[in-house]
């Protein structure tokens, strides 16, 4: 499943601190409520509401693991890099 961007993340705990309804914040973000209550169990659990203190992107990046990664896509000329880089069939 593809997280959201950590702006999101800080905007949505923000909101939760401000005392703003998981539903009222799913409505403004266009999200579902089940993505905004995820992310709000995590906000409870790492004490986020409570303190009302943001975390940076470098603390949500250790809460929340590393992110999905776009796929790779593999370079059609990849089978002739050898040739290429030892400079093979010139001119």
Do not use: F, W
């Not at 499943?1 to 914040?25: A, F, P, T, V, Y």
């Not at 790492?46 to 776009?70: K, S």
């Amino acid at each position: 499943m593809k997280r959201k961007h950590m702006n999101q993340i800080q905007d949505m705990i923000r909101r939760l601190c401000l005392g703003e309804s998981e539903r009222r914040i799913a409505q403004d973000m266009n999200l579902s409520r089940l993505t905004v209550r995820k992310y709000s169990k995590i906000a409870r659990e790492h004490g986020y509401l409570e303190t009302g203190q943001l975390p940076n992107d470098a603390e949500l990046q250790v809460v929340l693991g590393p992110g999905v990664r776009a796929p790779r896509q593999v370079s059609s000329v990849e089978p002739y890099r050898k040739q290429v880089e030892s400079g093979e069939n010139k001119g």
